[in-house]
């Protein structure tokens, strides 16, 4: 409130201001002041307590929120500035002040349930209107979030979280000392490996060398030989040629007679030796490489492979301890609803009390309190759910693999309600969320595809060549799980789609459920077991045997319950879901 001619004072929304009975009052409108906008008040509301110009008088009205308050016209609304009240609820009106990140001009005022979003009130009239969305004004809820549950849940929650991440820093930093040693080393080996082929390739090319130089010193050997008779032969011939000569010019004839003949006859002999001599064994030498080292050097990318053995973090490492479980009983979720007996073949844990069972035959999903140990509400579906997967805690989504859609349905008021569906360009049949995202895997063709919360498609995984059969996938922060009944097998993924890991042995492995040190429970139809593998899927260890065909398992951390469906074509097991409690030995 102001005087009218004067300048008002940029605080006077905050307090109370008394005027003269003889000045004029103007009273500006609240909301718009808090924007920096002077506007005359024209009302007010006295569920707000703020005085309201022409314009908000008007949307307040309107707005879904604010439309049943009490308005008084400019006639009949207060002439003084209204003191703020001290109540909590005004309270968090003023801490109302964070941005909302798609409107930056509005603030946070606003909560999705079903989305799980704050929200300004833009984004709550173009996204989530209240035909389609359950949204609830932050300071008509947030009375009972002082030292709550959810406020406990939440500091063990990060507690938790914390050491996680500086046990995995710790643990990295080891690995990466540990691994370094081991490239130190490894450089110390392809060293002496190097040294250990050049020692080799030097005796070899000693050896070569031995065998040139022991031919070359026959050859030497054979040639002085050769050259010693020759010169002994050419010398003797030479005496015998002058001596003939001689007789011959002194004309001795008897002489020259016998001498002639008897060097006739010598020389036939030589003729015999220079034959021999000429007769040699002497060789012209080449040197041919040995083809294997050839084509070794030639084809040969690497002087060797290095091996690799994966570190694990000590959440990656944690080993299978062996459980002790005992029969707790059945909960009967026949209905009346019911046409056909019953076909469970996906579960999934809401809270500690209530689960949420997808009946196959029966086109529809169950709500089951384990407290009374009854089925609460049954919604019937357009066509038969395959797997379902917890969203929020009201909040699930289920496959429908005929019709290539995947069916989202919320709790409220304990009744279950269709949400909005999303299509998908397959037989989808296993579903897993896990923070916001959502995994599927498809039959008909074999891929995994991941999903954000408005079904915006983030990767595609072919499995061609890496599953054949993902009828149930389930994931955390590192992988993904699929159980393939064709392979045979639980294949583990990273979220790039590379395998990691593979437990194999399995006969008909279906539904599986996560425990909250990471690993696995696996139903195997055919044996009649549920088996527990460990998160890298490298060992596993039965927990329950001798069951009538389990199909669906669902592990509850908090109670350490295990509830399975039976697939037995048998109204004594498939009628009933089976619990077991468990226990570590």
């Known amino acids: 409130m102001a005087v009218s001619g004067k300048k008002a004072s940029k605080q006077f929304s905050s307090s109370t201001t ?109 996204e989530h209107q209240a035909t389609s969305c359950k949204v609830n004004y932050i300071p008509d809820i947030s009375g009972d979030i002082i030292d709550s549950k959810e406020y406990q849940v939440f500091l063990n929650a990060e507690n938790t979280t914390s050491d996680q991440f500086r046990q995995i820093l710790k643990d990295v930093k080891n690995m990466t000392h540990k691994s370094n040693n081991s490239l130190r080393d490894t450089l110390v080996v392809i060293k002496t490996f190097r040294q250990e082929i050049n020692q080799r390739l030097d005796e070899l090319e000693r050896q070569a060398v031995d065998t040139v130089k022991v031919i070359e010193q026959k050859n030497n050997k054979h040639m002085k030989a050769v050259e010693t008779t020759c010169e002994e032969v050419t010398k003797s011939l030479k005496i015998s040629s002058d001596k003939i000569k001689q007789l011959n010019t002194t004309k001795q004839a008897d002489k020259l007679f016998i001498d002639l ?3 006739e006859k010598t020389i036939k002999d030589m003729e015999g030796k220079l034959l021999k001599l000429s007769s040699n064994d002497i060789k012209e030498h080449n040197f ?18 290095l091996t690799q053995k994966t570190l694990k973090t000590e959440c990656q490492s944690v080993q299978i301890q062996s459980r002790r479980s005992s029969h707790e009983g059945e909960i009967c979720v026949k209905t009346p609803k019911d046409k056909y007996m019953c076909y469970i073949t996906g579960i999934t844990l809401l809270t500690p009390d209530l689960l949420i069972i997808n009946d196959y035959k029966n086109k529809a ?28 805690s009201t909040k699930f989504a289920v496959t429908l693999p005929d019709i290539h859609t995947i069916q989202f349905i919320s709790i409220s008021s304990n009744k279950l309600k269709k949400k909005h569906t999303m299509k998908v360009d397959g037989k989808c049949h296993g579903i897993s969320c896990y923070q916001g995202k959502f995994v599927v895997s498809f039959y008909h063709p074999t891929k995994l595809q991941t999903f954000d919360m408005n079904g915006t498609i983030l990767t595609t995984i072919d499995g061609t060549t890496k599953f054949k059969g993902p009828w149930y996938i389930t994931c955390n922060s590192s992988s993904i799980y699929i159980s393939d009944c064709d392979m045979k097998t639980v294949t583990r993924l990273n979220w790039q789609g590379d395998v990691i890991g593979s437990y194999c042995g399995m006969s008909q492995p279906t539904g599986m459920s996560l425990s909250d040190d990471g690993t696995v429970f696996v139903c195997d139809w055919e044996r009649h077991v549920i088996e527990e593998i460990s998160g890298d899927c490298s060992t596993g260890e039965l927990v329950l045997q001798d069951l009538k065909t389990p199909r669906a398992v669902c592990l509850c951390g908090e109670t350490k319950k295990l509830y399975y469906s039976c697939n037995a074509w048998d109204e004594k097991y498939d009628n009933f879901l089976h619990i077991h409690n468990l226990s570590y030995t």
């Not at 908000?56 to 009205?61: G, S």
């Not at 041919?288 to 990318?301: A, G, P, R, Y």
């Open 18 to 126: 008394s005027m003269a009975s003889d000045e004029y009052l103007q009273i500006y409108c609240q909301p718009c002041d808090e924007e920096g906008t002077r506007c005359p008040a024209h009302g007010y509301c006295t569920d707000c307590k703020e005085h309201l110009c022409k314009t908000c008088f008007k949307a307040h009205r309107i707005n879904k929120f604010t439309k049943k308050h009490t308005l008084l016209d400019a006639a009949n609304m207060p002439k003084v500035l209204q003191q703020p009240s001290t109540s909590l609820h005004t309270g968090l009106l003023d801490d109302l002040t964070l941005p909302c990140g798609k409107h930056p001009k509005e603030m946070i005022k606003f909560y999705c349930n079903d989305h799980t979003e704050l929200l300004c009130s833009v984004c709550v009239t173009l």
């Open 261 to 263: 003949k008897l060097a």
């Open 365 to 392: 999903v169950k709500m089951v309190d384990t407290s009374s140990q009854s089925v609460s509400d049954q919604l019937q579906l357009d066509d038969q759910p395959f797997d379902i997967t917890t969203v929020t």
């Open 288 to 305: 041919q490489s040995n083809d294997v080292i050839t084509n070794l050097f030639k084809t040969e990318k690497s002087l060797g492979t």
